[in-house]
């Protein structure tokens, strides 16, 4: 089972852009999907994006066309470049990990999940 460290979450102003990143320990890395969520302050935890272990990408419309989902197997690690960030992207993301590669948009799917990272997007 691997381990997963978010970072990179940060204040911006609206319009800026983050990269956030996600460091899986272990050497399977490559047989896991990979997949961000986020949870906004009284809102349940929502699918943000997901990438399998072949690099096939899933979004959530809001964010599509201005986030996008990347992974290194060679660094163990997955990315979330976030574009064009409005006040509603303020949220805890977080990285998570799954053997499977079916019904990646449900939290429930993911069986490892990392600490969180914030990231605040000012008006």
């Known amino acids: 089972q691997v381990q997963l460290v978010e970072s990179g979450g940060g204040l911006v102003q609206v319009g800026g852009s983050l990269r956030l990143s996600c460091v899986a320990s272990?050497?399977?890395?490559?047989?896991?999907?990979m997949g961000w969520f986020r949870q906004a302050p009284g809102n349940e935890r929502e699918f943000v994006a997901a990438?399998?272990?072949?690099?096939?990408?899933y979004y959530r419309d809001p964010v599509k066309g201005r986030f996008t989902i990347s992974r290194d197997n060679a660094k163990n690690t997955v990315y979330l470049q976030m574009n064009s960030l409005k006040p509603e992207d303020t949220a805890v993301y977080y990285c998570?990990?799954?053997?499977?590669?079916?019904?990646?948009?449900?939290?429930?799917?993911?069986?490892?999940w990392g600490q969180g990272t914030q990231v605040s997007v000012s008006s």
């Open positions: 998570a990990a799954t053997r499977s590669n079916y019904y990646l948009m449900r939290a429930s799917t993911y069986d490892t």
């Open positions: 272990g050497r399977t890395f490559s047989d896991y999907a």
């Open positions: 990438i399998t272990w072949r690099g096939g990408t």
